[in-house]
């Protein structure tokens, strides 16, 4: 694992209670499985943020650890069809606790055709799993909606 590097997010009064501390915002490799042929290894945009850093006296969240996940081009595998393997990895590496993280998909807005005519909006997918002795299967997935949506926007676009 690379060294982990710590970015905080300037605090601003006002911030009401969406300030974060980024834990890590870098590529992000995973082995696959398969011995040598490492089926399934890939690599995404892995961002980690805790709440709960920037906000010692401010209230406590029930999932403070948000780790947001996005394919890049160079990957010959997506987020989506890795998504438990990754949780998995991302939760042993930076040794967090499956249940106090917040696991979300992050899909750009995105143009298509001809001159680019067609527009698919970004969108934010929490990914929920069942924990199986320390590993993440059965993702389901749900589209974030507001006011979580917003919160969890304001800190990406902070960084």
């Not at 055709?113 to 924990?131: A, L, R």
Request: proline residues 6%.
């Amino acid at each position: 694992m690379r060294a982990v590097r710590i970015w905080p997010i300037p605090s601003e009064k006002g911030c009401a209670g969406n300030c974060a501390m980024v834990i890590y915002d870098e590529i992000f490799s995973w082995e696959g499985w398969g011995g040598e042929l490492r089926l399934a290894s890939g690599e995404c945009r892995l961002r980690i943020y805790d709440m709960e850093q920037e906000q010692a006296e401010s209230l406590s969240h029930l999932r403070p650890v948000i780790v947001v996940v996005s394919d890049i081009p160079q990957s010959p595998m997506s987020v989506r069809s890795c998504t438990g393997h990754i949780a998995t990895n991302v939760t042993r590496q930076f040794n967090i606790k499956p249940h106090r993280m917040l696991f979300i998909e992050y899909y750009p807005e995105t143009a298509y055709g001809e001159q680019n005519e067609h527009i698919i909006s970004e969108k934010y997918d929490v990914v929920d799993f069942t924990w199986h002795e320390g590993r993440a299967i059965e993702p389901k997935w749900r589209t974030l909606k507001p006011p979580l949506l917003d919160v969890i926007k304001n800190i990406v676009e902070k960084h």
